[in-house]
């Protein structure tokens, strides 16, 4: 994964769709854990499983460990990990996955926002457009959908989404400001290795975690997790933290505009219809990117 020259558009774009494609399906698994396990343990398990396979490569790092950034490291484990996945998770017991995937989509313009008024950067307009246009395409695409059912009387629920996708704004501005010049290996290792020692003592020592997996699908269940952790979360977010590295906070995060269109995808082979209006959209998607891809 080294050798991947990841300053190279074509790169980068695949990078983009590579990741749209993982955490697109992402929804799919978390329903599947949430037939046997409740939101609180499917998070833990999320992460301890990633400390565990990760806990190799934050031995391999251990230098990059140091007083200055330990905190950062710390940050980027809470707002990019612990809190956005039981928060998501949280909400799709009371909400649709669909309307989750719009949410998500607000991950972009909070990392502007963020960026500008916490980070003290400057955004080109074509910035703005770009973010603009992406948020626009990805409510269309979704209104437009045969999943479009969200629910007509606001519940609690929806908020939770918002919260995760502003903790990731918060998240991609961290990396990109203060942990830039560090290794995106030891950031993703590190970072998980902050909270997985937590998740892990709250998943064996208070949970009922070891009862629910001797469950009827406990195995089963805990199989998706387990993809969910190793693939959508292990591996997807050490690319993520490439893609942060060697591109901007903005195109990195436009990934979220890409997630509706693979849900779309998924509703496809489940024999859904695709029209023309969904269509659309889902160029006014790749049209914003392209114009947050053109700037700095």
Excluded: C
Aim: no cysteine; proline share 4%; net charge positive.
């Amino acid at each position: 994964m080294q050798s991947i020259n990841f300053k190279s558009r074509p790169v980068q774009i695949a990078t983009l769709a590579f990741l749209s494609i993982i955490w697109g399906s992402s929804f799919i698994l978390m329903k599947r854990g949430l037939e046997v396990f409740p939101a609180d343990e499917i998070a833990a398990l999320r992460m301890f499983l990633v400390f565990a396979v990760l806990f190799p490569s934050t031995i391999q790092h251990f230098s990059a460990l140091k007083p200055s950034n330990r905190w950062w490291f710390f940050a980027v484990g809470i707002f990019g990990s612990a809190l956005p996945y039981f928060l998501f998770v949280t909400a799709q017991t009371e909400i649709s996955s669909s309307l989750s995937g719009i949410l998500n989509s607000l991950t972009p313009l909070f990392t502007l926002i963020i960026a500008v008024f916490f980070f003290k950067q400057k955004v080109r307009r074509i910035s703005m457009i770009g973010v603009s246009l992406g948020l626009i395409g990805a409510v269309g695409l979704i209104y437009f959908s045969a999943e479009h059912k969200v629910a007509q009387t606001f519940t609690i629920y929806m908020v939770l989404p918002i919260i995760a996708s502003a903790s990731y704004g918060i998240n991609v501005n961290i990396i990109k400001t203060y942990l830039q010049n560090i290794n995106p290996v030891a950031v993703t290792a590190w970072s998980f290795a902050m909270i997985g020692p937590l998740a892990g003592f709250y998943l064996f020592g208070i949970s009922d975690f070891v009862s629910n997996i001797q469950r009827p699908g406990g195995l089963e269940s805990f199989g998706y997790i387990a993809i969910l952790a190793v693939v959508g979360t292990a591996i997807a977010v050490l690319i993520f933290n490439m893609l942060i590295k060697h591109t901007t906070a903005l195109f990195a995060s436009s990934v979220t505009y890409l997630i509706p269109i693979i849900a779309i995808l998924w509703g496809i082979l489940d024999g859904e219809e695709f029209n023309l209006i969904q269509l659309i959209f889902v160029f006014v998607i790749l049209g914003g990117i392209s114009l947050i891809k053109s700037s700095k």
